[in-house]
């Protein structure tokens, strides 16, 4: 099992930034790709970001948050975090930091194995 544990939401105004970041136990971290989705009230979760195994060389985001928002990860201090930046009100959501030992499976409409609580970004216009 790995337990994920995110921090760092919180209120923002449009233009601002937030780091959130996820600490994992349980397993050893590097040997999983770590993703961050969302999910707005209404709207179905969506993928924001991801990042390999390992040392993470291989990375991707989804379009919307493409330039603005950048993921990385720390294994000495198993913790992956999403730097967001020039922050919209459509980026409002509930973030949930994944885990999974398949990069593909951090995608949209997949489901990787391990899930986070989630934390709040709320962005005021």
């Known amino acids: 099992q790995v337990q994920l544990v995110e921090s760092g939401g919180g209120l923002v105004q449009t233009g601002g930034s937030l780091r959130l970041s996820c600490v994992a136990s349980?397993?050893?971290?590097?040997?999983?790709?770590m993703g961050w989705f969302r999910q707005a009230p209404g709207k179905e979760r969506e993928f924001v970001a991801r990042?390999?195994?390992?040392?993470?060389?291989?990375?991707s985001y989804a379009d919307s948050v493409k330039g603005r928002f950048t993921i990385s990860r720390d294994n000495a201090k198993n913790t992956v975090y999403l730097q967001m930046n020039s922050l919209k009100p459509e980026d409002t959501a509930v973030y949930y930091c994944?885990?999974?030992?398949?990069?593909?499976?951090?995608?949209?409409?997949?489901?990787?194995?391990?899930w986070g609580q989630g934390t709040q970004v709320t962005v005021s216009s």
């Open positions: 994944a885990a999974d030992e398949n990069y593909r499976r951090m995608v949209q409409g997949s489901t990787p194995a391990y």
């Open positions: 349980g397993r050893t971290f590097s040997n999983y790709a």
């Open positions: 990042i390999s195994w390992g040392g993470g060389s291989s990375t």
